[in-house]
């Protein structure tokens, strides 16, 4: 019933399957813009959602970013690039691909005039690389700009605490659960007790 439908917005959505959104984008011949945030898809059906949609001039895919060297992958990039020639503007926040995918997307994909890689924490913008995306493209975010007028969370907190302060708390003792403590029957209150009404 929707057939002239130009835009298409999925956020923070765990209910639509892959597979209905690939039969209703086949439904959609006019479809200019796809945003998927925070979608629950295996690397594999995003990249099936990509195939299907080769004609898009706007393509937002946001997820939460990580640090983890482990989580690196441009299978989602290289999809994009293989795809989605025709793209003037293209979101990635959060994305985990690396240099590869983003020099891949550069090369095929020659009407980008925006393209948004916050929070992809495994791109090192440097050198020639850093150059070509000024030269090539019009308005560029880079991995730590501002996410200020973003309303999603942007990182995957766990691994980046697992990753930044590991070091830090391994000589710590935390109270195990089968520990205890005995309190005295004197009344005296901790420091903060004039702060808070007991």
Known sequence: ??????HFRLACC?????DALIEAFGKLPL????ELTLCSFTVAQT????????FLKTFKLNE???R?????????ALAIAESMHGLNHLQLIGNCMTNVGLKA?????????????RACFHVHLNGNLAKRCSEQIKDLRRPYDSTEDYNYLTTDYDS????IYADEYDDIDFVSDDDYYEFSDDNELPYYADVYDF
């Open 1 to 6: 019933r929707s057939s002239q439908l130009n």
């Open 14 to 18: 765990y209910a639509v399957s892959a």
């Open 31 to 34: 479809l200019e813009e796809v």
């Open 47 to 54: 990249i099936d959602i990509i195939h299907c949609c080769p």
């Open 64 to 66: 939460q970013g990580s």
């Open 68 to 76: 983890n060297p482990s989580l690196a992958s441009d299978d989602e």
């Open 105 to 117: 997307i550069l090369d095929n994909c020659p009407h980008l005039q925006s393209l948004d890689l």
């Open 160 to 163: 980046d605490f697992d990753e």
